[in-house]
């Protein structure tokens, strides 16, 4: 039996196993050069007065002939080139390839998640059509639609959503996610639809234009970018990474972290597989992208212009911006799969803005991430021999007006834990309004500060699971922090 490493390691693969990874030969510019040469000869002798045995207009249209050849093998050879190899492309070739026809990981159980390899759940597509048909009045009736799908499915284990259904079950699913406390604008969520892209590059290519367009400036858009769906016959493409940005995690000699310590395992992973860190390491490198396709995972160096960040000063203690810490901008969970009506989609990045405690709390706070608590209450001159002082409570609130003091000042969306949570309770009234329930999980919803100063504390929730959702499965979640092991065997 292979181990993993062995199944992943670059070094242990044959090259003569995988004719993909072979250069090409260049003949492209070499034929076109010399069509180009051919034709700018030809029309020289011409001019030059050599009366060819052919008449002067057969010449002509050869020469013109030879040249649309010379610049259309041109132009194919640039674009295959510019596609071939890809500029974000972290080495030059995969990680592994899969052996036999590919299959994706086997199927789970649990809601929604009965779908590879086994076919779409008739019930689950019907119930969705329900209730698209239903909140949506000017599609019509439900019927018909149904049973062209039902009829689709017994054809091809599976059916495709229109663009309005895709739309609206990827706004259905975070309406019903239940640990999202900002789901108030759940309507405003813009859909990219990329369900026919499929290979790695082009889906890593597109996951960096996500970005930039969700930042927008700063002015940070909800966005979702849905690529292709996993089908009985082909797995969908996967991202291994828990959000597109994420930080590397430096494991040093003496057992400390220098970086996000969550990332540790996953950093050494790339690191063996060829992602080189930048020449200065630094506490906020970020991490390459790892699109997994049929072919084998990949890695994707994110350009810079996809990655914005906020460099982190407190309103009144100046030495704070000495700290370096920086966050970026845009949130965009990629490791979770959306269902819709029983058609999983593995790959579906989506992003809101940030809630500050998820910074400021959580990332910069807790004692397993970047454990900043101590060092600002040892910089405020806190009594931290004495946990009755409430030091920790102290700095950690410091810590979280800079957080939104920097955002705020540089332009960028970011929300309070108060704003958010009284936001939320507009939202709970309106769905009850609309004659829906929301579920809702206590233990996510609640922000990890000051609990109690917050509406959303003082009350419980439906907790039960609807779909379309985001699921959390959890092998993705285990390669989001391992670096493996590949979903599609
Ligand atoms: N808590 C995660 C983080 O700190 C982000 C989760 C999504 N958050 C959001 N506001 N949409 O990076």
Redo the contacts with the bound molecule.
């Keep these: 039996m292979t181990t993993q490493h062995e199944q992943l390691c670059p070094a242990h693969s044959d090259p003569a196993e995988k004719p993909e990874t072979r250069r090409r030969r260049p003949a492209g510019p070499v034929v076109a050069a010399f069509a180009l040469v051919a034709s700018g000869a030809l029309v020289g002798v011409l001019e030059a007065g050599w009366d060819p045995p052919t008449s002067h207009l057969t010449a002509m249209g050869l020469a013109l002939a030879l040249l649309c050849v010379g610049v259309l093998v041109g132009v194919r050879h640039l674009l295959v080139v510019q596609t071939g190899r890809h500029p974000h492309l972290v080495g030059d070739r995969w990680w592994g390839t899969a052996r036999s026809a590919p299959r994706p990981a086997p199927a789970r159980t649990g809601p929604g998640r009965g779908h590879a390899g086994t076919g779409v759940d008739r019930t689950a597509a019907a119930e969705f059509l329900e209730l698209f048909h239903a909140e949506n009045p000017q599609a019509g009736p439900a019927r018909p639609r149904i049973d062209a799908v039902l009829r689709e499915i017994d054809r091809t284990g599976t059916y495709r959503h229109t663009p309005e259904e895709l739309t609206f079950g990827a706004r259905v699913a975070w309406r019903n996610n239940a640990r999202?406390i900002?789901r108030l604008y759940w309507q405003s969520l813009q859909v990219r639809d990329l369900r026919t892209v499929t290979d790695a590059a082009s889906v890593a290519e597109h996951c960096f234009e996500h970005l930039r367009s969700a930042n927008s400036g700063g002015r940070i858009r909800p966005m979702i970018s849905v690529f292709a769906p996993d089908t009985p016959t082909r797995p969908a493409p996967r991202i291994w990474n828990e959000?597109l940005i994420r930080y590397a995690g430096y494991e040093l000699p003496d057992g400390s972290v220098l970086g996000d310590p969550r990332y540790r395992d996953f950093t050494s992973r790339m690191i063996r597989h060829g992602w080189q860190p930048p020449e200065q390491r630094g506490a906020f490198d970020v991490l390459p992208l790892v699109v997994e396709t049929v072919e084998g995972p990949r890695m994707f160096q994110l350009p810079e212009s996809a990655v914005h960040e906020v460099p982190l000063e407190h309103p009144e203690l100046s030495w704070f911006a000495d700290l370096g810490m920086r966050w970026h901008a845009v949130?965009v969970?990629s490791n979770n799969r959306l269902v819709i009506g029983g058609v999983s989609y593995p790959a579906a990045p989506f992003?809101?803005?940030?809630?500050g405690t998820?910074?400021g709390a959580?990332?910069l706070g807790d004692s397993d991430r970047y454990d900043l608590v101590p060092e600002v209450a040892e910089r405020m001159g806190l009594d931290t021999s004495d946990e009755a002082s409430l030091w920790r409570d102290q700095a950690l609130v410091e810590i979280n007006r800079a957080v939104l003091h920097s955002f705020n000042a540089n332009g960028v969306t970011i929300t309070d834990h108060h704003t958010e949570s009284r936001r939320f309770l507009t939202h709970l009234e309106r769905e009850e309004r609309a004659g829906r329930r929301c579920p809702a999980d206590w233990s996510w919803i609640v922000p990890p500060m000051s609990g109690s100063q917050t509406p959303v504390f003082h009350r419980y929730y439906d907790a039960e699971d609807r779909e379309p959702n985001f699921f959390a499965d959890d092998e993705a979640a285990r390669r989001a922090l391992q670096g493996g092991p590949p979903a599609i065997r």
């Design positions: 999202c900002g959000q949130p969970i992003n809101g803005w940030y809630m998820e910074i959580r990332n």
